[in-house]
Nanobody, 128 residues
Framework: HVQLVESGGGSVQAEGSLKLSCVAS????????MGWFRQVPGHEREGVAV????????YYDDSVKGRFTVSSDNAANAIYLQMDSLKPEDTAVYYC??????????????????????WGQGTQVTVS
């Protein structure tokens, strides 16, 4: 039974920072591709940052490039999302998700929700 648990959300003023954490358990395939997605009510869930836990390669959507940093701690089965210079438009529920390692090498597919099979419950981030 796979479980992903996010934490670290909250409210912050514009230009502030937050760090999200996601702890995974029960993943049986090696070197999963892990992604951070976000969703605003009435909009599609969009991928913002992805990391290959095997090779530590990272990928970012243009909307967060230079402001967000995704990292992993394989010993702790955790990934993180450091969010700096936050903007009101970053307000959303943030989810972490897991996929087989080869999803990370898909140029567009790594940011597509349909390719991820396990999801956390989400954590709210509000920027004012």
């Amino acid at each position: 039974h796979v479980q992903l648990v996010e934490s670290g959300g909250g409210s912050v003023q514009a230009e502030g920072s937050l760090k999200l954490s996601c702890v995974a358990s029960g993943i049986t395939y090696r070197g999963p591709c892990m992604g951070w997605f976000r969703q605003v009510p009435g909009h599609e869930r969009e991928g913002v940052a992805v990391i290959g836990t095997g090779d530590r390669r990272t990928y970012y959507d243009d909307s967060v490039k230079g402001r967000f940093t995704v990292s992993s701690d394989n010993a702790a089965n955790a990934i993180y999302l450091q969010m700096d210079s936050l903007k009101p438009e970053d307000t959303a529920v943030y989810y972490c998700a897991a996929a087989p390692f080869d999803v990370c090498i898909l140029n567009l597919g790594r940011f597509q929700r349909v390719n991820y099979k396990q999801w956390g419950q989400g954590t709210q981030v509000t920027v004012s």
